[in-house]
């Protein structure tokens, strides 16, 4: 795309976020295109750019708002330890097929491919590729 991040969030200011509902009438395309001539959601707004008839207005404190959720995300640290189990098949049809009215065919086909799956060799390491010497 050849535009920095700062850019590729403006984009999608203009597109539409999970925070902010973007602009009516501009789509990817058409964000691509007032980013790269104008270089800056700023200018822009400065240029007092028109999308059909509408002039693209935004409040600057939301934008900054906006674009430090993506400059700046909160990250958790200490996230719990994660623990690998043997998978519970008997949960998993429960769960899907009698709390979430799942397909009780497909789930079952599903877990039978699933087992199959885990039964057969174990994942391949880089060097199984390379014959040794």
Known sequence: LKITREQLIEM???IGTDFFPGIKGIGQHK????????GSLENIIKN????GNIEIKLDKEIIEQIKDIFLYPDIKKN???IIWEKIK???VEELLIEQHNFSKQ??????????????SKTQV????????K
């Open 31 to 38: 964000a691509l295109d007032l980013i790269k001539k104008y």
């Open 12 to 14: 999608g200011i203009l």
């Open 89 to 91: 098949y008997e949960e």
């Open 125 to 132: 390491s880089l060097d199984s590729f390379f014959k040794e």
């Open 106 to 119: 497909r789930v079952q086909n599903a877990i039978e491919r699933l087992k199959k799956q885990n039964s």
């Open 48 to 51: 007092n750019i028109k999308v």
């Open 79 to 81: 996230y719990p330890k």
